[in-house]
């Protein structure tokens, strides 16, 4: 598709949704001896995570797996719709939206397998990391450089910023002493 087009719908976004497992992590999934599931978050993709909520653009993750650690992740980066344990990803995110009264041209939605198709179909701006399902990156609008959990989700960030004119002023506050 079309950069410029691409951006114009990134203007649009009010709310950007994030599968996690293959999307804010690579995807692995470690499990120790006693049940612990460990996962590995990238630094990157948190902050630009922070810095796409200071726009005022709402942030959601819906993810079929449940895990206190994406619930400690998430609290700690200041995101307040957080769904697990959803196989049903198309019907949340439909229910975030009308909870929101957004629309579907107002919403984005990263994901990396077949799992996230009913969600990724309901938005406006439906994204692919780059190791993603090639079923899923043949029903994206955009698809990332890098590969889930090694910075994609920043890269969508800084998408959306960028295209809301917010990105530069963002930066500015590091520069000014």
Request: glycine residues 10%; charged residues 25%.
């Amino acid at each position: 598709m079309d950069k410029k087009l691409i951006m114009a719908k990134a203007a649009a976004i009010k709310l950007a949704v994030f599968d996690v497992d293959g999307v804010l992590t690579d995807g692995k999934l470690m499990l120790g001896e006693s049940g612990n599931e460990y996962k590995t978050f990238h630094v990157h993709d948190g902050y630009g995570l922070i810095m796409l909520l200071e726009t005022g653009c709402k942030i959601a993750v819906i993810t079929a797996r449940s895990s206190n650690i994406v619930a400690e992740r998430m609290a700690s980066l200041g995101i307040k719709y957080v769904f697990q344990g959803e196989q049903d990803k198309g019907a949340r995110l439909l229910s975030l939206m009308a909870t929101l009264s957004l629309v579907s041209d107002q919403v984005a939605y990263v994901g990396d397998d077949v799992i996230d198709l009913p969600a990724m179909i309901q938005v406006g701006l439906p994204i692919a990391v780059a190791d993603a399902r090639s079923e899923v990156q043949n029903n994206a609008v955009w698809t990332t450089e890098s590969r889930g959990g090694e910075g994609a989700v920043r890269e969508v960030c800084e998408l959306i910023m960028r295209a809301q004119g917010q990105y530069d002023d963002l930066i500015q506050r590091y520069l000014v002493p």
